[in-house]
């Protein structure tokens, strides 16, 4: 069955700081890849997706990430951390093949300092 | 415009109870889903609808959880003889209804439930 993986559930950075949250998935067909940001008290909102083309996808607020098909990864990347990213962050994939729903991952807690 | 509402916002219930969890997607999208979100656990598909198709129920976890939607509309959720294990947020969310691998849900703010 398709997992998806985030590595480390607490990042920490200091503002100005690279960001790079970790994710990878498990099935051997690449599925549709997504990353949503969970802001304080407010809902999941969809930061970007991958599902055909160019590999390298820009999404809000700065953020940006890469589909590596060789490392069935998706790393979410930010070139400078800003207090306002402090949120939660989740990878999500859904099957290609199959059209299932989306299955995401634990979620990676983003804390930014001064 | 609108997003997706959720209520209630909190619930506290005893356990063996009934309770209802209702969505208002947002006007237009055709797909409406249902997820809940344990404490440090990442979000687990319960149900989603698709327009007049039947639902996809294959992510209910028992018979005690089942859900309706009227037309394109509300939607809401019953978890009946409610557990313990059942205490989670709820969360909403809909998309204009394309292929569902592809599109792109909106969130609602979610139900917290607490069952004592």
């Known amino acids: 069955a398709q997992s998806v993986t985030q590595l480390g559930s607490h990042v920490s950075v200091s503002e100005g700081a690279l960001v790079l949250l970790r994710c990878n998935y498990s099935s051997s067909v690449p599925p549709y890849l997504f990353w949503y940001v969970q802001y304080p008290n407010q809902g999941l909102q969809l930061l970007l997706k991958?599902?055909?083309?160019?590999?390298l996808v820009k999404g809000i607020n700065g953020f940006e990430a890469e589909f590596k098909k060789s490392e069935t990864s998706f790393h979410l990347t930010k070139p400078s951390a800003h207090m306002s990213d402090a949120a939660e962050y989740f990878c999500a994939v859904s099957d290609r093949q199959a059209g299932t729903a989306l299955i995401f991952g634990k979620g990676t807690t983003l804390s930014v300092s001064s | 415009g609108a997003g997706v509402s959720q209520s209630p916002s909190n619930k506290v219930t005893e356990k063996g109870k009934d309770v209802e969890l209702r969505c208002d997607p947002i006007s237009g999208h055709t797909a409406l889903y249902w997820y809940r979100q344990r404490l440090g656990q990442g979000l687990e598909f319960l149900i989603y609808f698709q327009g007049n198709s039947a639902p996809d129920k294959s992510g209910l976890p028992s018979d005690r959880f089942s859900a309706e939607r009227t037309g394109e509309s509300v939607s809401t959720l019953t978890i009946q003889r409610t557990q313990q294990e059942d205490s989670a947020v709820y969360l909403c969310a809909s998309s204009p209804g394309g292929y569902w691998g592809t599109d792109t849900q909106y969130f609602g703010p979610g139900t917290r439930l607490t069952v004592l």
């Open positions: 991958y599902t055909t083309g160019a590999t």
